[in-house]
């Protein structure tokens, strides 16, 4: 038999931000990067006209995160230095972790000069009978995966 690799679950994650946020969210999202592209028209030396495609800017998506609301104030008291206009003292270094199905560490995406975009409430109504979550969105200036 080869050696099986099976897929990771997208359920066992954590999320660590220098003391500002660290535990465990219900939903995780924008992991990524991606390049503009610009095109550059070229003539080759028969006059055939040849489009180039080359990278440009990069951009960094923002990560958003949900979880089930709790008496824990992390992620409003960090949205809080930035709404006071201490976008400097906000700023963290932060990981995305995910976990095997016996939790050992698999997969480690690490952001950096993170702060938090947006935070946001649950919407209640009073004849529902989901939980409420709570949604923080952070920008920040780079993400690279490791391990």
Known sequence: MTDRKDPLVG???AIEVEGQV????TECSGIGSEHEVI???VVDAKGREHIMKIPGRLKWENITLKRGITDNMDIWNWRDMVVQGKVDDARRNGSIVMFDQSLSEVARWNF???WPVKVSGPTVKAD???FGVEELVITHEGLYREA
């Not at 660290?22 to 969210?25: D, H, L, M, T, V």
């Open 11 to 13: 359920f066992h994650y």
């Open 22 to 25: 660290s535990g465990y969210f």
């Open 39 to 41: 095109e550059h028209k």
């Open 112 to 114: 950096e000069n993170a």
């Open 128 to 130: 529902s009978n989901e």
